[in-house]
C-alpha cells in the first residue's frame, strides 16, 4: 500500500525497498506490491546499498511492536545518516514523553539533530483518528470537559494471528491475563495518545494514568482469520487509558474490541457499520462525530492499514520540511491529499 501511495505522488520518486523475505530480493517492488506493472526498483536486503542511496526519507512500514529496540536502533541509523523517517510503529513514539526515558527520547532527537533529519511517528490509531481529528474539533469549544476517543471495531477479519492470541489474548483462557493487560502495558501503547491531547491542550495531568479493562468469554466456539476461539475462552475486550486532573477524568481513550457482532450488547457501538473511531468533547458546544472507513475492494481492517499507509506517505513533504530531531501531529501544519483528486 505504501509503495502504490508514493508511486501515486508525483513529487515523490521511489527509489529503493528494503525486504526480509529472501525470495523477494530482485523482484520489481511494482510487482510485490500487487500493480501488475514494473515500476524499475528491485527489492533489496542489502541495507548499505539502500543507504548509499542517499534518499530524503524512508517510509518505514515494518513490524515494531515485538521488535522496539531493533526499530529505535533503525531510526538511529537512518537519522545520523541524514535520512528523515515517518513510520507506523512502535506507536508509542506518537508522543512519547511520560512513557519513555527521556534519555532514550533525547538520544533519538540528537541523532536527528546531527544528521538534519526528522522522525515522525503515526497512523490512525494511535494516530490521526486519536490526536489530529480530535484536536481539529477541538477549535470549535468555549469549555471542555472531557474529551474521549476511542475505538470500536470487530476484529474477526483482522489478520495478525500474534496480536490477536498472544497480546489481546483471544481464544485464550479466562485465568490468563494477556500481556496487554499487565500493568502499565495498556498506557505504554496509548498513553502516548492521552499524554499529547493533554500537551496540546496544555492540560497537566495526574501521574500515572488509569488503566481499565473488561473481558468477555465466547458461549460458542468462533473460527476467526487470525486464530480459532473456543467456547469458554476471551473473546471480546473493552478497555480505558485515563488521564486525570485532580482525581478527575479528563481524557479517556477506549478501545472496544469484539470477534463477533452479538458479542457486549451493553457496551459501545458503531451507528454504522462493523466498525468506527469515535470522538467525543463534553463541554459547550457537546460534539461528537463518528469517522469510519471501508476499502473500495476490502473491509475495514483492510481499509485500516491503508489509512495508516497514506496517513505517512502523505505526511512526508511536512515531516522533510520540519525541523530536524522527533515531530509529533500536534506540531505538524494541515496535511491535506493535495493533487490526489482526478481531473
Known amino acids: 500500500m505504501a509503495v502504490e501511495a508514493v508511486d501515486a505522488r508525483p513529487e515523490l520518486e521511489l527509489v529503493g525497498v528494503f525486504v526480509s523475505d529472501p525470495a523477494k530480493v530482485g523482484v520489481d517492488v511494482g510487482r510485490l506490491a500487487g500493480l501488475d506493472r514494473d515500476l524499475g526498483v528491485l527489492a533489496t536486503d542489502d541495507r548499505a546499498a539502500l543507504l ?4 530524503d526519507v524512508v517510509v518505514y512500514t515494518a513490524e515494531t511492536e515485538t521488535r522496539f529496540m531493533g526499530a529505535i536502533e533503525d531510526f538511529t541509523e537512518f537519522l545520523r545518516a541524514g535520512i528523515n523517517v515517518v513510520a507506523s510503529g512502535p506507536v508509542l513514539l506518537q508522543y512519547p514523553h511520560g512513557t519513555l526515558p527521556e534519555e532514550m527520547i533525547d538520544a533519538l532527537a540528537a541523532a536527528g539533530r546531527d544528521g538534519g533529519a526528522t522522525l515522525h511517528v503515526n497512523g490512525i490509531d494511535p494516530g490521526f483518528a486519536n490526536d489530529v481529528l480530535p484536536l481539529a474539533m477541538t477549535s470549535l469549544s468555549r469549555r471542555i470537559d472531557l474529551i474521549r476517543v476511542g475505538e470500536i471495531a470487530d476484529y474477526s477479519v483482522y489478520h495478525q494471528g500474534e496480536t490477536m492470541r498472544r497480546l489481546f489474548g483471544f481464544g485464550r483462557p479466562m485465568d490468563w491475563l494477556p500481556p496487554l493487560l499487565r ?3 495498556l498506557a505504554a501503547g496509548w498513553g502516548s495518545v492521552v499524554r ?6 496544555d492540560v497537566t495531568l495526574d501521574e500515572p494514568l488509569v488503566e481499565r ?5 465466547t458461549d460458542r466456539d468462533l473460527s476467526l482469520l487470525a486464530c480459532e476461539v473456543p467456547a469458554g475462552t476471551q473473546a471480546a475486550l473493552r478497555f480505558e487509558v485515563v488521564g486525570q486532573v485532580d482525581g478527575e477524568d479528563r481524557i479517556v481513550l477506549e ?4 470477534t463477533h457482532v452479538d458479542q457486549a450488547p451493553e457496551w459501545p457501538r458503531p451507528d454504522h457499520g462493523d466498525g468506527c473511531y469515535r470522538i467525543e468533547i463534553h463541554g459547550e458546544p457537546e460534539m461528537r462525530v463518528e469517522f469510519t472507513h471501508h476499502a473500495e475492494h476490502g473491509d475495514h481492517n483492510v481499509s485500516g492499514m491503508l489509512v495508516t499507509a497514506l496517513r505517512l506517505v502523505n505526511s512526508v513533504e511536512a515531516v522533510v520540511a520540519a525541523e530536524p530531531g522527533l515531530v509529533y501531529a500536534k506540531d505538524l501544519p494541515m496535511i491535506t491529499g493535495r493533487g490526489l483528486m482526478g481531473g
Open 52 to 55: 548509499a542511496l542517499r534518499p
Open 255 to 258: 478501545h472496544v474490541t469484539r
Open 213 to 217: 479493562h473488561e473481558r468477555l468469554a
Open 196 to 201: 499529547q491531547l493533554a500537551a496540546a491542550l
Open 183 to 185: 500493568p502499565g502495558m
